[in-house]
């Protein structure tokens, strides 16, 4: 398979080490500035504009790490031509965008996936592998923290661009929810500033509850640190992370499986999962696009409800 990578900044720079993982060849790098390189995708040519790597029939594979408000331009011309698209989250910055894009991928008969990678961190999937097994019984509540150093890409700190805290980091942790508590009636949010912390609740249609923390103002010191309680009426799992942003949290506590080996690079994961898609020509089951719509209303609702200084905004 042959991927072009649009937007080789950090995250595509992630992307670029798992598709090299899982023996893709990239073959483009699409960027501004046309001596753009990535060390992990040593053979690319880079082009400035996307309609030259949309042109080579032996291009199979568009892997899109821009910033939010390009998304549905570029996965549609992508999808138009024939490709199938791995595109990051956020999905987009508005619902009526983000379902646009799968109805192109519908009507063109490529696969399309959104990259919510957390749901290939081999913790997180041991958690909902426990859940699934009845370890707790009935998900009752959720809780889960993310927080990360500043982003140093300016676009990232204009809220128009990103979404700001609520939705570019916030996130990851409300598709988490919503795996686990199905689907989100109503959402509350508050912010302390522009950084976080931002702190949500989500109301559940089956009783559940939800509590997210956000925050983007780590020092240098402890740059990441992540966490997620899973309660139900027979028992509770958590996985925590605060070492480092590379590591991939580990099951700790109740119905906990430590010891159980080394990590794998959860975008390796990913990659190697999207391929296995495209080969078979079939949407994704562990990150289904209508799941990236729907984590993509719940952030939109909670920044709405920071916006509306804390009330309750409903999801329809």
Known sequence: MTVAIVGPGSIGAAHAAAWRQVGAD????????????????????????LDEALADPTLDIVTICTPTPTHRE?????????KHVLLEKPMALSVADAESIAREADTCGRV??????????????????????????????????????????????????????????GIHDLDQANLLLGTPVAVRSYAAD?????????????????????????????PFATSLQVTGDAGMLRI???????????????????????????????????LECVASGTPSAIAPTSDAVLALRTALAARDSVRAGGAWVELA
């Open 240 to 274: 925590r992370d605060d070492e480092e942003a590379s590591a991939v949290p580990q099951l700790a506590g109740a119905g906990s499986a430590e010891g159980a080996g080394a990590a794998r690079n959860p975008y390796a994961t990913q990659a190697a999962h999207f």
């Open 26 to 49: 990239v073959a483009y790098l699409v960027a501004r500035q046309s001596d753009a390189a990535l060390a992990d995708a040593p053979a690319a040519r880079t082009v400035t504009r």
């Open 194 to 222: 522009a950084l976080g912390p931002v702190e949500t609740t989500v109301r559940y249609a089956g009783g559940g509850t939800a509590q997210v923390l956000s925050h983007a103002r780590m020092p240098a010191s402890r």
């Open 74 to 82: 570029l996965a549609v011309a992508s999808l138009r031509a024939g």
């Open 112 to 169: 399309l996936m959104v990259a919510h990678v957390v749901r290939f961190f081999d913790a997180y999937a041991r958690v909902r592998e426990a859940v699934a097994a009845g370890e707790v019984g009935r998900v009752l509540h959720v809780r889960a923290e993310r927080m990360i150093a500043p982003p140093t890409t300016p676009w990232w700190h204009d809220e128009d661009l990103s979404g700001g805290v609520a939705v570019d980091v």
